[in-house]
T-cell receptor, first 109, second 114 residues
Framework: GQSLEQPSEVTAVEGAIVQINCTYQ??????LSWYQQHDGGAPTFLSY????GLEETGRFSSFLSRSDSYGYLLLQELQMKDSASYFC??????????FGTGTRLTVIP | DGGITQSPKYLFRKEGQNVTLSCEQN?????MYWYRQDPGQGLRLIYY???????QKGDIAEGYSVSREKKESFPLTVTSAQKNPTAFYLC?????????????FGPGTRLTVL
């Protein structure tokens, strides 16, 4: 079977740094994506890692280790608007994604 | 503006009725997807289509049907065979085969069975 594991909830202080981990076990692997979803809204794409290493996009960074079947999303200089759910998703086919159950991030003042 | 539209935003149906959810995109994307999301859960793939007139079952296709007669449109029918249809339904698209890694999502349709 296929599985992705990520923490269900994380709380962090405004201005701090938070890391959301994701471990995966899938039948195919092309890369790891991260999506952000605010309550009641649509998921929006944050990042994609196909190769090992760290990818940085502004305040957000994403890391992948294929040998460890592990990745993480790093959010820096947290803002209140970053409160949302974050999903890791494995690209298992040409364009198909298998999603984790999401991590609900709460940013507190 | 390019994007994906889903209608309606909220939908109520009586048990035993079929209902069709609309998904339209003007991004000229080849591939389209339907996902189901339950409270506090991730997205589960119902059906996907890589090209017009072709579609494939996802992980939870039972009780659902789709069509892809036009590139822009990928409607989803929730049939009476779906035992627990109350959920948030999301449509997505991506540019095509291979190296396109971002899926674009519509605003979703929240279906409630009464």
């Amino acid at each position: 079977g296929q599985s992705l594991e990520q923490p269900s909830e994380v709380t962090a202080v405004e201005g701090a740094i938070v890391q959301i981990n994701c471990t995966y076990q899938t039948s195919g692997f092309y890369g790891l994506s991260w999506y952000q979803q605010h309550d009641g809204g649509a998921p929006t794409f944050l990042s994609y890692n196909a190769l090992d290493g760290l990818e940085e996009t502004g305040r957000f960074s994403s890391f992948l280790s294929r040998s460890d079947s592990y990745g993480y999303l790093l959010l820096q200089e947290l803002q209140m608007k970053d409160s949302a759910s974050y999903f890791c998703a494995v690209k298992t086919g040409a364009n198909n994604l298998f999603f984790g159950t999401g991590t609900r991030l709460t940013v507190i003042p | 503006d390019g994007g994906i539209t889903q209608s309606p935003k909220y939908l109520f149906r009586k048990e035993g009725q079929n209902v069709t959810l609309s998904c339209e995109q003007n991004l000229n994307h080849d591939a389209m997807y339907w996902y189901r999301q339950d409270p506090g859960q991730g997205l589960r793939l119902i059906y996907y289509s890589q090209i017009v007139n072709d579609f494939q079952k996802g992980d939870i296709a039972e009780g659902y049907s789709v069509s892809r007669e036009k590139k822009e449109s990928f409607p989803l029918t929730v049939t009476s065979a779906q035992k627990n249809p109350t959920a948030f339904y999301l449509c997505a698209s991506t540019a095509g085969q291979g190296g396109y890694n971002e899926q674009f999502f519509g605003p979703g349709t929240r279906l409630t069975v009464l």
